[in-house]
């Protein structure tokens, strides 16, 4: 008696698991990318001029087109007179280090200012471009992991004075990108439009983290502007 019972209850066990594989009309629940937290601390053990120095002369981080990755930028700053403000051991700041592309791109820094983006760096006076450089430097420095993530602005102070010298920031929920100048991008609800003023440019870093003696250093691929330069 006690084998049929338990034979029983396997034949009854077989049909309750064919009925509900078969009369279950839900899907399958579609695949969930895990988004990690931010990324992790890069550190250098340089100053951030003495990191794109050495960046620019290992031509395996090359742009495409064969151009050092930070050829623009590296000439602005000699350009401009402002290697100490990148090179100084004592300070601690935040550095947005412009990409290439940030100035010669389609609609970006030359074509913006100069008219063209095949325009020569040179093209742009000192006075315009040292404003460009100081706007993307923050007085104190910022890691991507030190951003709340919240549905608002904070506001950091470049070395540009004044209001035309305040930076926008928001950290995306998902992706944990920094957001410059931008709206806050809400999940289930709308968008928090930015505050900056009409004429501001906002962007998306691209390459956050990397830790300097003398601060710390995000890439991005486009400028940033609180209003014209």
């Given amino acids: 008696m006690k084998d049929i019972n338990n034979r029983f209850r396997e034949i009854l066990t077989v049909i309750v698991f064919v009925i509900l594989a078969t009369g279950c009309d839900l899907t399958l629940q579609e695949e969930w990318e895990y988004v990690r937290e931010p ?7 340089m100053t951030a001029y003495d990191w794109m120095v050495m960046i620019n002369q290992d031509t395996t981080y090359n742009d495409d087109d064969g151009v050092p990755q930070f050829q623009y930028l590296l000439d602005a700053i000699e350009q401009t007179d402002l290697i100490d403000l990148y090179n100084d051991p004592n300070a601690s700041q935040t550095y947005f280090l412009l990409r290439n592309s940030a100035f010669n791109a389609s ?5 913006h200012t100069t008219g063209s983006a095949d325009n020569p760096l040179d093209s742009l006076s ?5 404003h460009v450089l100081r706007y993307h430097i923050l007085e104190e420095a910022l890691s991507q992991e030190t951003i709340p993530k919240n549905d608002f602005h904070l506001y950091y102070q470049t070395l540009v004075p004044g209001d035309s010298g305040v930076m926008e920031i928001n950290k995306r929920l998902f992706n944990q990108q920094i957001r410059i100048n931008t709206s806050v991008a809400r999940v ?3 968008n928090i439009p930015t505050t900056m003023p009409d004429g501001s440019r906002g962007r998306g870093v691209d390459l956050h983290n990397f830790i300097f003696t003398n601060g710390i250093g995000h890439q991005i691929n486009g400028y940033v502007r609180y209003q014209p330069f």
């Fill in 107 to 111: 609609g970006q820094l030359l074509a």
């Fill in 126 to 130: 000192n006075d315009r471009l040292e």
């Fill in 39 to 45: 990324f992790g601390n890069r550190p250098t053990g």
């Fill in 188 to 190: 289930g609800g709308s």
